[in-house]
């Protein structure tokens, strides 16, 4: 199972940015998606889940209203469309993929960069 996570870069505040996270090796149908993100000297933290089939979604206190987690089954692909970006937004954003019945995400795309300037 691979996961390929692009779409980051710079942006100033207030803007928009969209990530990928393709998926390969597997059938998604009964996997879990998820996006984190890891800032400078923090934590990893949750940000929004996807369920492959059905789609439901949540998302983090801090982003709700502002991202939006999709994803396209056709392509193994899976969104996340980031609205009003903050400074507070900057980190290394990670996408990870679980069966559903697991309690941990078992594999994890590489990383994209995301950077708001103030």
């Known amino acids: 199972v691979q996961l390929q996570a692009s779409g980051g870069g710079l942006v100033q505040a207030g803007g928009s940015l969209r990530l990928s996270c393709a998926a390969s090796?597997?059938?998604?149908?009964?996997?879990?998606m998820g996006w984190f993100r890891q800032a400078p000297g923090k934590e990893r933290e949750f940000v929004a889940v996807?369920?492959?089939?059905?789609?439901?979604?949540d998302y983090a206190d801090s982003v709700k209203g502002r991202f939006t987690i999709s994803r396209d089954n056709a392509k193994n692909t899976v969104y996340l469309q980031m609205n009003r970006l903050k400074p507070e937004d900057t980190a290394v954003y990670y996408c990870?993929?679980?069966?559903?019945?697991?309690?941990?995400?078992?594999?994890w795309g590489q990383g994209t960069l995301v950077t708001v300037s103030s």
């Open positions: 990870a993929a679980r069966v559903v019945t697991a309690s941990s995400y078992a594999y």
């Open positions: 090796g597997r059938t998604f149908s009964s996997y879990v």
């Open positions: 996807i369920r492959w089939s059905g789609g439901s979604t």
